[in-house]
């Protein structure tokens, strides 16, 4: 029988997010003005790009993992602050090569840095957060977290690459996708929450927990976006409902629409996805077709398990209002509505 992961409140998904809101307040408030303070530059473009981006409204999840991880494993110094402002310098950094990469118009509800400035400019003040991000690990003094988020970065660049190889291919595979948003997305969650275990100096059982409980926690993340996309509002996604389908972007919803179709619809998605033949009425046609073989539902439901795996990864640690709040968090990312 599988985890039951609980949930505060089915109709406002973000109250399971509140404990870890709550937890990391004071650190947040810290870790914000160093991603302030390290946005500067004296060339003008580069901090009203990035805080372009920075003030768009994310919920800075990942470095509130990075911080709970580290309150977990009783960890009492500052490197976590440094640590955590780190991650959402790499996070934002991957954002805005996303949008050149993606050719995206739209992010968090607002036109992308590169519509409005370009993508060169995108890419390197894309860069320029790159280099803070190993700056301030550098000063921060841990070479164990260092190697972490480096060996994170390079693995979400490999993500990118498989991800624009797979770009409008129907014959990607399941195992191709999960390769894909494991390298593009679980990566940096697994790496935050490992930092903060490192940090701790926790043993490498417990540092192995976090890994793979961040790993199944951004799996489980990747997979609800990829369905909100298909069956979520506009109005709380911050983008039209459907741009993975005009980007031609192979997702898990696509994949089982073509592989569990009939001929005629995997005719449909070649003519959509591969040849980038695109005609009025066929996003309401293609999700049809995942309602059809219920792509969506079993999009959610592989969701809902790799969150039952990011559950009993924290089984080894004692209760608390630590683990509480990070148990409360897979709650969220499952039954977010953005």
């Given at each position: ?21 709550d937890l990391t307040d004071a650190d947040m408030r810290q870790v914000n003005r160093i991603i302030v303070d390290r946005a500067r530059s004296d060339v003008e473009t580069v901090p009203e790009l990035a805080r372009h981006l920075i003030d768009s409204g994310g919920k800075r999840l990942r ?187 192979i997702t898990l919803p696509v994949i089982l629409a073509f592989r569990r179709g009939e001929q005629t619809e995997r005719d449909f998605w070649n003519r959509t996805i591969v040849e980038r033949q695109i005609n009025d009425g066929d996003l309401e046609t293609a999700m049809q077709f995942m ?48």
């Amino acid at each position: 029988m599988g985890v039951v992961i609980p949930l505060k409140d089915r109709s406002d998904p973000s109250a399971n997010l509140k404990p870890l809101l709550d937890l990391t307040d004071a650190d947040m408030r810290q870790v914000n003005r160093i991603i302030v303070d390290r946005a500067r530059s004296d060339v003008e473009t580069v901090p009203e790009l990035a805080r372009h981006l920075i003030d768009s409204g994310g919920k800075r999840l990942r470095p509130m993992l990075a911080i709970a991880s580290a309150k977990l494993c009783n960890y009492h110094g500052t490197d976590h602050l440094q640590t955590g402002a780190a991650i959402e310098f790499l996070h934002t950094a991957t954002l805005l090569h996303d949008d050149v990469v993606d050719e995206s118009d739209t992010r968090r509800g607002r036109k992308t840095a590169r519509l409005i400035w370009g993508n060169q400019a995108s890419v390197l003040v894309g860069d320029f957060l790159l280099g803070q991000a190993f700056l301030m690990l550098v000063e921060s003094g841990s070479l164990q977290v260092l190697k972490i988020l480096s060996q994170a970065a390079s693995t979400i660049a490999e993500g990118e690459v498989m991800q624009l190889i797979a770009a409008n291919n129907t014959a990607t595979t399941e195992d191709d996708y999960l390769s894909i948003i494991n390298a593009k997305t679980a990566t940096l969650f697994s790496a935050a929450t490992e930092s903060g275990a490192t940090l701790g100096e926790r043993p490498s059982e417990e540092r192995a927990a976090l890994r793979s409980f961040g790993k199944n926690l951004g799996l489980a993340f990747q997979l609800v976006d990829d369905a909100l996309d298909y069956s979520g509002d506009s109005s709380d996604l911050g983008k039209a409902v459907g741009d993975d389908f005009r980007e031609g972007k192979i997702t898990l919803p696509v994949i089982l629409a073509f592989r569990r179709g009939e001929q005629t619809e995997r005719d449909f998605w070649n003519r959509t996805i591969v040849e980038r033949q695109i005609n009025d009425g066929d996003l309401e046609t293609a999700m049809q077709f995942m309602g059809k073989h219920h792509a969506l539902e079993a999009t959610f439901e592989r969701a809902r398990a790799y969150g039952a795996v990011a559950h009993d990864a924290l089984a080894i640690f004692d209760d608390g209002p630590e683990k509480s709040a990070m148990l409360d968090v897979i709650a969220f990312c499952i039954e977010r509505r953005h």
